[in-house]
């Protein structure tokens, strides 16, 4: 089994030493000298656990800049869909290299993933070394003749997910409960409870989904899925800024989870209310993602942090509405609790996914309080080494194979346009 010993560590403002054995941190203490086969010397530096972004469309990293300015519905119907009937199994798997690049160079070690090509997808995601969930989509834009299609299909893929590797595992996705057929949306909330899959969708993420929602199924979205059977707690739902009490205590009762995403939110103005508090006090698990890069631009959680906060308090008008540890939480523990996964904590036992951030900068002097300078100050650039599932992924802000990518990437985009 491999190991990796990492000396003179900042762990919660303690100087340590983390011995860290296959995937798994073994050991935090004070000094340790079991012999490792990696050392990595960890002076002037602090360590945090991987970022988790739980909502996010990978491949779009290559329509990053496309279709700016306009509305969520127009962008999805006039530009997003279009675009995508152009999308090959080669770009797919270029962007999402390209986002796994982006999300490691700002300390993003697990994604939780909603789009096309999954195999080739997968396949970057694995050579990159991060941690994923990804899904199948289930789209059919309410034409019930796609769907012995789109059941094969799933099937299909989850028997090929059965070989892939233990750190990318499968879901199951619905788009959204306006874009899928209510048979559908039936059969794949039913398929993936019975062989225990997440559910990753999207939900009340504009008010007008909601109107429509209303006018058609005299239900909002969230009542109307849960009518359908899709929420439950194994259920990750994107968005959800127009919730109303009801729909909060209908969502706390499945145990549903939740991803705010407000950057890419507040640019196409989709909202910004996200009733943190009134989740929080239900007792709903809420995470952060950033969506794809066609809506947010970029994959950084650092920036998704500070935006949530500024925006909680603003809104609010009230500083005590989003506490650093709780902001932190949200970014790394939660999202672990959402997946399932014992990951997003530095501690003995958990899985080794963890940044090391480099101190040494304007954004961290004083370092009074680290978290503080870490997500108001700091920006990813802070990130100096990455570790994913106990293996070094970044190393002095060096991931293997970057130019490639970078070369690949603006060599293929012009297919797309
Ligand atoms: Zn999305």
Not at 74 to 91: A, F, G, H, R, S
Not at 222 to 248: F, M, S, V
Not at 263 to 271: D, R, V
């Amino acid at each position: 089994m491999s190991s990796l010993l990492i000396k003179n560590v900042i762990v919660n403002g303690k100087k340590q030493d983390i011995f860290i054995l296959g995937n798994k941190i073994e050991l935090i203490a004070d000094t340790i000298n079991s012999p490792a086969e990696t050392l990595l010397d960890g002076k002037g530096k602090s360590v945090i656990p991987g970022f988790i972004n739980m909502h996010t469309h990978s491949g779009m990293t290559l329509m990053r800049g496309i279709g700016e300015d306009i509305p969520l519905m127009e962008w999805l119907q006039n530009v997003i869909w279009p675009t995508e009937t152009k999308l090959t199994d080669e770009l797919v798997y270029w962007g999402t290299k390209l986002a796994c690049l982006e999300m490691i160079k700002s300390g993003t070690t697990c994604f939780n993933d909603q789009y096309w090509s999954l195999p080739y997808a997968v396949k970057a995601a694995d050579e990159m070394g991060i941690r994923s969930v990804q899904s199948i989509v289930i789209l059919d834009l309410m034409d019930e003749s796609k769907s012995d299609v789109l059941k094969y299909e799933c099937d299909k893929m989850y028997e090929l997910s059965k070989g892939w590797p233990e750190r990318n595992k499968f879901s199951i996705s619905i788009h959204a409960a306006y874009s899928v057929s209510a048979k559908m949306i039936e059969w794949a909330s039913r398929y993936a409870m019975d062989r225990n899959l997440l559910v990753h969708l999207h939900l009340s993420e504009t008010e007008q989904e909601n109107v429509e929602s209303l006018k058609l199924h005299g239900l909002t979205p969230t009542r109307y899925l849960d009518r359908l059977g899709a929420l439950g707690p194994k259920t990750i739902a994107a968005h959800c800024l127009w919730i109303d009490d009801e729909d909060i205590s209908v969502l706390a009762d499945r145990d549903v989870k939740i991803v705010h995403n407000i950057n890419s939110n507040l640019k196409i103005a989709s909202g910004y209310r996200f009733k943190y508090k009134e989740f929080k006090d239900a007792g709903i698990i809420v995470s952060l993602g950033t969506d794809g890069c066609a809506s947010s631009n970029n994959l950084d959680m650092l920036e998704t942090m500070k935006t949530t906060a500024l925006v909680q308090k603003g809104w609010r008008g009230d500083p005590t509405v989003m506490p650093l540890k709780e902001l932190l939480s949200l970014a790394t523990e939660n999202a672990g609790k959402s997946l399932g996964i014992k990951c997003g904590v530095v501690k003995e036992g958990y899985l080794a996914d963890l940044s090391l951030v480099e101190t040494n900068s304007i954004a961290f002097t004083p370092n009074i309080n680290f978290l503080a300078n870490l997500i108001y100050s700091a920006n990813s650039s802070c990130i100096d080494t990455v570790i994913c599932d106990g293996k070094i992924l970044m190393k002095n802000r060096k991931v293997e194979g970057e130019d490639e990518i970078l070369k690949m990437v603006d060599k293929l985009y012009k297919k797309l346009l």
